[in-house]
T-cell receptor, first 114, second 109 residues
């Protein structure tokens, strides 16, 4: 079974703090994604990566950066957390081609910025 | 960008009932997936179905790509089917999924 894990289920941070959210997948997937989910706005793509050290902006990249130094790990960084970044953050991974495009999600991190 | 519309937004049924959820999209796609988000927030992939029909137990899905819609069927609903069902599509060449707003399904015992 595909497994996608996220470093924390719940996180509370203060405004201005630097926040790291980690995601690890064990299926040798090429593609990894970070989304945020907010009531009434659905799931929105922040960043994605289709290879090690590669990254692409999604629909809402402002205020975020990412790092992918190893194939299995994709990190989301909030350089200076703000209250409007309080949200549910979801990581996903998928393969490429041959029907492997199915996205598998981690359990999510609920981040509260005070 | 591509538009994804799901209907109905909310659906309340009794255990044992059948349901049909619809997903309309505004452009040609090469990737369409259905997900179930349980009450704890976990998103589970149900189907990868850019075209054709698939079945998995009580669930089945059909995508008619030429008419730009997909249907998810749930038969003999159980309370554990409750949650939000999302359709997500990837326009050709886009490399990313766009999610609909979801259908919230509540199954009462």
């Amino acid at each position: 079974d595909v497994k996608v894990t996220q470093s924390s289920r719940y996180l509370v941070k203060r405004t201005g703090e630097k926040v790291f959210l980690e995601c690890v997948q064990d299926m040798d997937h090429e593609n990894m994604f970070w989304y945020r989910q907010d009531p009434g706005l659905g799931l929105r793509l922040i960043y994605f990566s289709y290879d090690v050290k590669m990254k692409e902006k999604g629909d809402i990249p402002e205020g975020y950066s990412v790092s992918r130094e190893k194939k299995e790990r994709f990190s989301l960084i909030l350089e200076s957390a703000s209250t409007n970044q309080t949200s549910m953050y979801l990581c996903a991974s998928s393969g490429t081609g041959g029907g492997r495009e199915t996205q598998y999600f981690g359990p999510g991190t609920r981040l509260l910025v005070l | 960008g591509i538009q994804v519309e799901q209907s109905p937004p909310d659906l309340i049924l009794q255990e044992g009932a059948n349901s049909t959820l619809r997903c309309n999209f505004s452009d040609s796609v090469n990737n369409l997936q259905w997900f179930h988000q349980n009450p704890w927030g976990q998103l589970i992939n149900l189907f990868y179905i850019p075209s054709g029909t698939k079945q998995n137990g009580r669930l089945s899905a059909t995508t008619v790509a030429t008419e730009r819609y997909s249907l998810l069927y749930i038969s003999s609903s159980q309370t554990t089917d409750s949650g939000v069902y999302f359709c997500a599509v990837e326009r050709r060449g886009a490399q990313k999924l766009v999610f609909g707003q979801g259908t919230r399904l509540t199954i009462n015992p």
